[in-house]
């Protein structure tokens, strides 16, 4: 692709406030792609096409229509425009139009493929037509015309994401005014407002489709039907970053957990409501809920610590239940209730492990019996005095080395719910079929297949009789020693042996 001669020249084009469906960018970051450019011109219309002038950081930006230009020209006057965090400099150019020579449908093409999925609309077909007439279509949703609100479902999120992080992200795209978040269906979402627009236009071309960190936290972002949000507190759920001086809501969780406090210590409601009681209340929150009430700083978010009921009193342990709900996340701390054996307490590192465990095991058979798993108002799980009868029954997990995750780890890519089918690793060299079996078989189940890995030996699948067993068997061989070098790591497969 070409443009006249004069466009070829070092110097910067002049500026000029003759409009044009041509723009001209300067001051663009090293290595910037057509994608980054397009973008700027997305929210405003159909974009015809990009000439990049890398060497000189600069680029031309083609718009179907004049109106569009000019609309974008005169937004970027009065917000500047931004790639990676540089100033970008807008202006018409002086050419009306990017004259082309050859091999306008390949950088169609290459124009096309690579924007964010769901962001174009389609390219028009040649079909006889000169190479001119190739352009990209920017796809509106079905919902209705952009608003200044985006809807945003974050899936496979194995990671926590907090409002600040969410304001990080989308505030590169134009001023963020409000967020509101909450739980649906188990999964996160977030209503995000802008001050305009044309900005929620953009964060939803550029970020549609994208993973806040690498392999997970997928953002889906549609416009909302809301036209504008309404915050009352400035908490861990909500936030008007144009109202710093809203409360956090506090007294409302406080509230919310009265019922639970009049149940826990034989108080009227009504009574622990009353103003004169302000201290006892609050020693009883502390006292319940381990220096903290969960949901104290806006309520409704889970917590880091589920409540395991309808357990079988004989086998469980806090080892037992440490390895079952590590698969799901780094448990810190587990105490089985001294006085009420069937139910316990598990801690976990981060909230969104103890989610992730509720998911998959609430309802699960263990032992004999369905548990049923929720999230606990405990902030944390109480360590016992020493020598005290509850000292067997609690453990703290917070440093051992069974933990399955770390930043990064690829074991967040491999979390699946409880099956007959276990997946085996680390076996070592000279480990027989007929050897693992056995080692199963002693767990009380009954193997039903067996294979190991074609390129890899030092991983299997192994079938039990039942999902139960597999359970079973999971909790007492993760972690079997096999020699002094090889433990053995068990967890769920997603698929059972073909």
Do not use: W
């Not at 409002?163 to 996160?188: H, P």
Request: glycine share 6%.
């Amino acid at each position: 692709m070409e443009v006249d001669s004069a466009a070829k020249k070092p110097r910067m084009e002049e500026s000029t406030t003759c409009p044009s469906k041509v723009l001209h960018l300067r001051n663009l970051p090293d290595g910037v792609t057509e994608r980054e450019v397009m973008l700027l011109g997305v929210p405003f219309g159909k974009v015809v096409n990009v000439l990049l002038l890398k060497h000189k950081n600069q680029a031309f930006l083609e718009m179907a229509e004049s109106a569009a230009a000019s609309g974008l020209v005169s937004y970027y006057n009065t917000v500047p425009a931004t790639i990676r965090d540089r100033s970008v400099y807008v202006q018409f150019s002086k050419h009306q139009e990017l004259k082309t020579t050859q091999g306008v449908a390949s950088i169609g093409s290459s124009m096309q493929s690579v924007l964010a999925p769901g962001i174009v609309g389609g390219m028009s077909s040649l079909g006889g037509a000169s190479p001119s007439s190739v352009a990209l279509e920017v796809a509106l949703p079905q919902q209705g015309c952009p608003n200044s609100v985006l809807r945003v479902i974050i899936e496979n999120m194995l990671y926590p994401i907090t409002i600040d992080i969410l304001q990080q992200i989308f505030s590169k795209y134009g001023r963020v005014i409000r967020i509101v978040t909450f739980l649906k269906n188990s999964q996160f979402h977030a209503l995000i407002q802008y001050s305009d627009s044309v900005s929620a236009t953009s964060a939803k071309a550029a970020l549609d489709s994208q993973n806040i960190y690498n392999g997970c936290c997928t953002l889906r972002i549609d416009f909302s039907k809301l036209s504008n949000l309404t915050v009352k507190f400035n908490n861990e759920k909500t936030r008007d970053f144009t109202r710093l001086d809203l409360p956090s809501g506090e007294n409302e969780a406080v509230a919310a957990a009265l019922p639970e406090l009049s149940a826990a210590f034989g108080i009227p409601t009504t009574l622990l409501q009353s103003p004169a009681l302000a201290n006892l209340r609050s020693a009883l929150l502390s006292l319940a809920s381990g220096n903290s009430v969960q949901g104290a700083s806006g309520g409704g978010l889970p917590g880091s610590v589920l409540l395991v009921s309808n357990l079988n009193e004989k086998m469980i342990t806090p080892h037992v239940l440490f390895i079952l709900f590590g698969v799901y996340g780094d448990v810190t701390r587990v105490k089985v209730l001294y006085n009420k054996r069937d139910s316990a307490l598990i801690q976990f590192k981060e909230p969104h492990q103890s989610q992730t465990a509720l998911s998959n095991l609430n309802g699960v058979m263990l032992y004999g019996k369905k548990m049923h798993v929720t999230h606990s108002r405990h902030a944390q799980v109480q360590m016992p005095q020493a020598g005290s009868n509850e000292d067997a029954l609690t453990e703290d997990y917070t440093n051992s080395p069974l933990h399955r995750f770390k930043p990064g780890s690829k074991n967040y890519q491999n979390i699946f719910p409880p099956s007959a089918t276990l997946h085996l690793s680390n076996i070592p060299d000279g480990i027989d079929e007929e050897y693992i079996r056995t080692l199963f078989v002693s767990t009380g189940g009954t193997v039903q297949n067996f294979r190991f890995f074609q390129n890899d030996r030092r991983m299997a699948l192994i079938q039990m009789g039942s999902t139960e067993e597999a359970i079973a068997a999971l909790i007492a061989m993760h972690n079997y020693k096999i020699n002094e070098s090889n433990h053995l790591r068990v967890s769920f497969s997603k698929n059972p042996i073909s």
